[in-house]
């Protein structure tokens, strides 16, 4: 018996190293990636315009004129004009577009309304804006540097107090 129990004992012992043996395993993983070039666009405050009300260094931003009039106190940095039937407010807001991993030497910017406006008209850096079709805005922007355009509202005379004037602009940079 107590040669069993030795036997026992010598062959646990000798169980022990190959139990704490470590385990291992081995793995390759290849990476690969393409290097594709893009564009940004984003809207900055102009120093001479009235201050995007959100959104600023982003895509989606929001201009705010407050409240507009032919005659009378309107907002600093909206510049007024009027005809014998209507008033034009306008500000300008900075454009950025910046590019990465691209050999374009400069970019096509585009402007379209979001929804159809049959009372008021709209430009964009001097070029009527409507919802039909992109406008060209600019044939060749140069990348990296705030651009201002100047948004403008034409406002007809017959437009009752207290009206809401709303649309957005969509804007699309394009490289050339």
């Not at 793995?27 to 959104?55: K, W």
């Not at 009039?69 to 005809?83: E, H, Q, V």
């Not at 970019?107 to 850096?125: E, P, R, S």
């Amino acid at each position: 018996m107590k040669k069993l129990v030795l036997l026992t004992i010598v062959a646990v012992i000798m169980m022990i190293p190959s139990l704490a043996a470590a385990q291992t395993a081995t793995g390759t993983l290849t990476v690969t990636a393409t290097v594709n070039s893009s564009i940004n666009l984003v809207f900055n405050n102009d120093a001479a315009g009235v201050p995007l009300s959100s959104g600023a260094g982003t895509n989606t931003a929001t201009l705010a004129f407050g409240n507009v009039s032919a005659f009378g106190a309107i907002a600093a940095n909206i510049t007024r004009s009027t005809t014998a039937a209507n008033f034009t407010v306008s500000t300008p807001v900075d454009v950025l577009v910046t590019k990465a991993n691209s050999a374009s030497a400069n970019y096509t910017l585009k402007a379209q309304l979001g929804a159809a406006d049959a009372v008021n008209t709209w430009q964009v850096g001097g070029v009527a804006v409507t919802n039909a079709a992109q406008a060209t805005i600019t044939a060749t922007g140069a990348y990296g540097s705030n651009v201002p355009e100047a948004i403008a509202i034409t406002v007809p005379f017959a437009t009752a107090n207290g009206t809401a004037i709303s649309n957005t602009i969509n804007f699309t940079a394009t490289a050339n």
